[in-house]
């Protein structure tokens, strides 16, 4: 068997383990090792595996594994994606049509934003697809809500890493990026302009869930010929009445 065949195999057997554990409830090394036909070493190294990245616990007492924490984190950040993404495309092609540019959500992922909603206006001049797609806390409006409200460590490493330049616009100072940051959680909306791509303006708001925690960002992007710095304060404005809303829905101040 080949190393990558070898490491697929070793993936699904995992997987394997983590719906056995979801049906029966709990189970030992045995157990598991006669429904994944694996002898008892394999079948002992994969639950090692899971319980080292917490998504196994074992019994002490009982020599037994159930599912852990780890799978509820894993849960909620799926259930909160889906949630947001749900909730949050409606609005977006409402403000996708009223402004006619590109609205898309977005939600930490790691360091790094993911987008999980978009929309287009009519007067969106690209046809370009950011769903899906990972882009950098730093250089973008959403990434910058989402870090101004993100835990300590994200940002120390962040920082560690180096703030990669984009384009001229980008700001590589941590220093610059943590006075941006806070005005961005002061004000409740952050602009990036022409710090990703050369042309391209931005300004987001964050989306909150029922506690007042930052799930997500809202934003709404266009060429810099139209949407100039000086008209991303209304526009924020309106972004932020957007991202609001679904805060609402989210459960935040109901």
């Not at 909150?208 to 992007?221: F, K, L, Q, Y």
Request: hydrophobic fraction near 45%; charged fraction near 25%.
């Amino acid at each position: 068997m080949t190393e990558k065949a070898s490491a697929v195999q070793s993936v699904d057997r995992a997987v394997s383990v983590l719906e056995s554990l979801a049906r029966h409830g709990e189970a030992g090394v045995t157990e598991i090792a006669d429904e994944l036909g694996v002898h008892k070493s394999t079948a002992f190294r994969l639950l090692g595996a899971l319980e080292n990245r917490g998504l196994v616990t074992q019994s002490k007492e009982r020599g037994k594994y159930c599912l852990g924490a780890g799978m509820l984190r894993l849960a909620g950040a799926a259930a909160v994606r889906l949630d947001i993404s749900q909730e949050g495309t409606p609005l977006c092609r409402e403000l996708a049509d009223e402004v006619g540019e590109t609205v898309n959500i977005a939600i930490l992922d790691d360091d790094a934003a993911v987008n999980v909603a978009q929309a287009r206006g009519a007067a969106s001049v690209t046809t370009y697809n950011w769903l899906g797609r990972r882009t950098p806390l730093h250089a973008t409006s959403s990434g910058k809500v989402l870090l101004a409200h993100a835990p300590t460590a994200v940002r120390e490493r962040l920082f560690a890493a180096g703030l990669e330049r984009y384009t001229e616009r980008t700001v590589t100072s941590p220093a610059d990026l943590d006075s941006q940051l806070a005005e961005a959680a002061e004000q409740g909306f952050a602009i990036a302009a022409e710090e990703l791509e050369i042309g391209l303006n931005a300004v987001a708001a964050p989306v909150r869930t029922h506690d007042g925690t930052v799930i997500g960002a809202i934003s709404a992007s266009g060429p810099a010929y139209r949407l100039g710095e000086a008209l991303l304060p209304k526009l924020a404005k309106r972004t932020m009445a957007v991202a609001e809303e679904l805060s609402r829905r989210m459960g935040y101040g109901g």
